[in-house]
């Protein structure tokens, strides 16, 4: 049933990213998509995804300050949180990790490495 789906949120403030993630991911889940973390809050005024993914690289506010506040608030800490990310620099997983990230993929991604690890943490 459609109903029965997962709801995952996937923010990346490039609309490509956004396209192919919505592709790979649509046939599976239901999901919603922001193309920046403020848009992100807004949505989670009305909406509770049962995961994000989420970019680090974005302006405004980027991925690890928008976790910090997702994880403060009691609405959304227990949110899994994957980086989707293409930052691959010294110490960016062990950062997003310590910040409460559940994983940390990078792109350009595996389609059926993203699906496997977005299953493992929507497991109950």
Known sequence: MENDRKLIMLVDDN???LRIGKNV???HYTVATAP????????????RPDLILLDIDMPEMDGFEA??????????????VIFL?????SGDEDEGRSLGAAAY???PFDPASLLA?????LKT
Not at 36 to 47: D, H, R
Not at 117 to 121: A, F, L, W
């Open 25 to 27: 991911l649509s046939g």
């Open 85 to 89: 990310t293409g930052k691959t620099e």
């Open 67 to 80: 976790i910090k506040i997702l994880k403060d608030k009691t609405e959304t800490r227990d949110i899994p």
């Open 15 to 17: 609309p490509a990213n």
């Open 117 to 121: 690890c977005i299953g493992e943490h």
């Open 36 to 47: 920046s973390a403020a848009k992100m809050f807004f949505l989670l005024e009305n909406n």
């Open 105 to 107: 993929v990078v792109k």
